[in-house]
């Protein structure tokens, strides 16, 4: 590492006021990734912050693991490529973006450029998947300007811009069935000519009143978006984001609490049209929007009893979505609707905050 923070050095110049400065934010996002950011506060206070951006990226790709390992295996080079695409369009964008402001370029993207495929069929093409991404970031990110002032999350926008344009392609059904490695491996590089069995998703079944075992719910061999598949794999990132403090755990308690009031009331109101409580929990992307997505701080309120609205709204307005329209999936429209309304949980929160210091005084 000593030899590469030399190189650093050494280039230096050229990016600060060289021939390529330029592209500095591209040399000062790469010396980030490696090293520890070299600007410090020239005055007092010095306040350290234990978890900073670099950090907490880094801690969110940690939970991601485990959904990236069983999607791996059920889905093979298919799931790497569409992550090497993912960051290779999204990267563009971002530093197109920061060369133009003349700014760094943010960390955030690294759990972006991840998120995105994991939320997206195995079939998709790749054209897409970079379509969706580049669209993402630049319509949910940089044209509020950039990262911590976006009201979306990327990801979310980009998949819903992509459901939103190409319906056929989004709703593909197609899963390997644990046979993820070996040549199966390279025939979902190109999503031509693949020897696997081919089923509608969970929450597709249970509008034709097929309700999918809840055992391959838990394990991923079910049919859906790629990471949010296996249910197991999902708890085990949540709850490291949950211990590490990443995630708040009023948002998911308020999520999946408020979803699981809502699927048991309509379970018992109609045990033959509406499906258990727990089965809503392990299908769809219920539990990876609530553990990934909404827990996003950018995005999501600031204040602890705004984050129990927040999370309580997208619970319910999931269910709903789910049982009650055409859409089988309603997870993606309400954390949506819940960005849209964060900054208002907050305002309501802090007046009532106010008022009542009023009153004591």
């Excluded at 998949?159 to 190409?166: E, G, K, T, V």
Aim: charged letters at 15%; proline letters at 5%; one cysteine or more.
């Amino acid at each position: 590492m000593k030899i590469l923070l030399r190189l650093f050095e050494t280039i230096r110049p050229t990016f600060e006021g060289g021939k390529l400065r330029v592209l500095k934010p591209v040399y000062e996002a790469m010396e980030n990734f490696f090293f520890a950011p070299s600007t410090t506060t020239t005055g007092a206070p010095h306040v350290r912050d234990p978890l900073d951006i670099k950090r907490l990226m880094s801690m969110v790709i940690v939970a991601l693991l485990p959904c990236l390992a069983v999607s791996f295996y059920f889905f093979g080079l298919r799931l790497l490529a569409m992550i090497i695409i993912s960051y290779m369009a999204g990267g563009i964008v971002e530093v197109v973006f920061a060369i133009v402001r003349k700014e760094e370029i943010n960390e955030g993207f690294l759990v972006t450029g991840m998120l995105f495929p994991l939320i997206l069929p195995p079939t998709l093409p790749l054209w897409m998947v970079g379509v969706g991404v580049a669209f993402g970031v630049f319509a949910g990110k940089e044209l509020f300007g950039g990262t911590g002032r976006n009201v979306f999350n990327p990801a979310i926008v980009g998949r819903c811009f992509l459901a939103l344009a190409y319906p056929a392609a989004m709703s593909g059904n197609c899963i390997t069935a644990g046979h993820g490695f070996g040549g199966r491996m390279l025939q979902y590089v190109t999503a031509s000519n693949i020897d696997a069995v081919s089923q509608a998703t969970p929450l597709v079944l249970a509008k034709q009143g097929t309700l999918t075992d809840l055992s391959h719910m838990f394990l991923g061999n079910i049919s859906g978006s790629i990471g949010e598949t296996s249910a197991i794999a999902i708890i085990l990132g949540g709850v490291f984001l949950l211990f590490s403090r990443v995630a708040n755990w009023r948002t998911v308690v308020g999520i999946v609490g408020s979803a699981a009031v809502a699927a048991g009331i309509f379970h018992y109101s109609d045990p033959e049209r509406f499906a258990p409580v727990l089965w809503h929990l392990c299908a769809g992307g219920l539990l990876f929007g609530a553990f990934f997505m909404a827990t996003d701080p950018v995005t999501s309120p600031v204040t602890n009893a705004g984050k129990w609205a927040y999370g309580v709204m997208i619970g319910v307005v999931t269910l709903l979505i789910r049982n009650f329209t055409g859409y089988v999936e309603g997870v993606m429209f309400a954390i949506l609707l819940g960005n849209i309304v964060a900054p208002i949980f907050d305002e309501i929160v802090v007046k009532f905050r106010l008022m009542g210091l009023r009153d004591e005084k």
